[in-house]
């Protein structure tokens, strides 16, 4: 699979372009520190999918808690795979890359968030800010998280949700958050189509010659090892550089004084 930092690099800087994009009605950002809680959401959920197994980095980002929640997802996944898959489609013991890296995945985590913020308000933004920016603060930790380091970013996601739920209102969170699962979940699975390994996203809606779990992804030439130097040494830093110059530009006439700063003096 791509490792988690650049899982969590390339869904914050999704996030931080959707966020410029997005209309009100559907939960568009509507200041600076909304547009980085969304991004910071995205980056979390695009972590999500690999919850589907206990080797991930997901499992191990909330210690005991986690690692019970990835056992459980991984068994819901293995028995939804036995249910939908195909005649040609064969035997699974576990349930890795099968249901949560799927658009109907994606688009179903982001309407259950949707629906519950509608709901419950308050308590389900904070629940989900704090899954997700724990996730982002994970991934893009790379390593650091390992044994007790799960306790450092429970931590810091506690404090983080409690700051940004008041920055994020309900009305935005009520369609934004779950937009922002969705778009990470997406994401993800589109980080591991240009692997070799590529992804089922299309399962198991779509059959093809008698699969319905059949793996979308780039010809052989193009597609990359995950884990391999490519993605450290150019996907990870790109993706890092452009996340980095995203966030600068979230904020208000921050380009114009940049601009300022380095544009030769007349």
Same mark, same amino acid.
């Given at each position: 699979?791509?490792?988690?930092?650049?899982?969590?690099?390339?869904?914050?800087?999704?996030?931080?372009?959707?966020?410029?994009?997005?209309?009100?009605?559907?939960?568009?950002?509507?200041?600076?520190?909304?547009?980085?809680?969304?991004?910071?959401?995205?980056?979390?959920?695009?972590? +999500? /999918?690999?919850?589907?197994?206990?080797?991930?980095?997901?499992?191990?980002?909330? $210690?005991?808690?986690?690692?019970?929640?990835?056992?459980? &997802?991984?068994?819901?996944?293995?028995?939804?795979? @036995?249910?939908?898959?195909?005649?040609?489609?064969?035997?699974?013991?576990?349930?890795?890359?099968?249901?949560?890296?799927?658009?109907?995945?994606?688009?179903?985590?982001?309407?259950?968030?949707?629906?519950?913020?509608?709901?419950? $308000?308050?308590?389900?933004?904070?629940?989900?800010?704090?899954?997700? +920016?724990?996730?982002?603060?994970?991934?893009?930790?790379?390593?650091?998280?390992?044994?007790?380091?799960?306790?450092?970013?429970?931590?810091?996601?506690?404090?983080?949700?409690? &700051?940004?739920?008041?920055?994020?209102?309900?009305?935005?969170?009520?369609?934004?958050?779950?937009?922002?699962?969705?778009? $990470?979940?997406?994401?993800?699975?589109?980080?591991?189509?240009?692997?070799?390994?590529?992804?089922?996203?299309?399962?198991?809606?779509?059959?093809?010659?008698?699969?319905?779990?059949?793996?979308? @992804?780039?010809?052989?030439?193009?597609?990359?090892?995950?884990?391999?130097?490519?993605?450290? &040494?150019?996907?990870?830093?790109?993706?890092? +550089?452009?996340?980095?110059?995203?966030?600068?530009?979230?904020?208000?006439?921050?380009?114009?004084?940049?601009?300022? &700063?380095?544009? /030769?003096? /007349?």
């Amino acid at each position: 699979m791509v490792m988690g930092p650049t899982h969590a690099m390339s869904g914050a800087a999704v996030g931080l372009v959707v966020a410029e994009l997005l209309p009100l009605d559907w939960g568009g950002p509507t200041s600076t520190a909304e547009t980085l809680t969304f991004a910071g959401v995205c980056a979390g959920a695009a972590l +999500l /999918p690999d919850l589907d197994t206990s080797q991930s980095t997901v499992s191990r980002s909330f $210690g005991p808690l986690s690692k019970a929640l990835a056992q459980g &997802v991984d068994a819901i996944s293995v028995a939804f795979y @036995r249910i939908t898959k195909g005649k040609k489609d064969g035997k699974r013991r576990g349930g890795h890359r099968t249901l949560t890296h799927t658009a109907l995945f994606a688009a179903g985590l982001g309407a259950g968030v949707s629906a519950l913020v509608v709901q419950f $308000g308050k308590p389900a933004i904070i629940i989900t800010l704090f899954f997700c +920016l724990g996730l982002a603060i994970r991934g893009l930790a790379g390593d650091f998280a390992k044994d007790k380091g799960w306790l450092v970013v429970s931590a810091l996601a506690l404090v983080l949700s409690a &700051v940004t739920w008041q920055q994020y209102p309900s009305e935005a969170g009520s369609t934004g958050l779950g937009v922002a699962v969705a778009l $990470g979940c997406a994401t993800h699975c589109l980080g591991d189509a240009i692997t070799k390994e590529g992804v089922p996203f299309l399962a198991p809606l779509i059959p093809l010659g008698g699969k319905r779990w059949w793996e979308q @992804r780039l010809p052989s030439f193009l597609s990359i090892r995950a884990g391999g130097n490519l993605e450290k &040494v150019l996907i990870g830093p790109a993706l890092t +550089l452009l996340t980095v110059w995203l966030i600068v530009g979230a904020f208000d006439g921050a380009s114009e004084a940049i601009y300022a &700063v380095f544009s /030769p003096t /007349p």
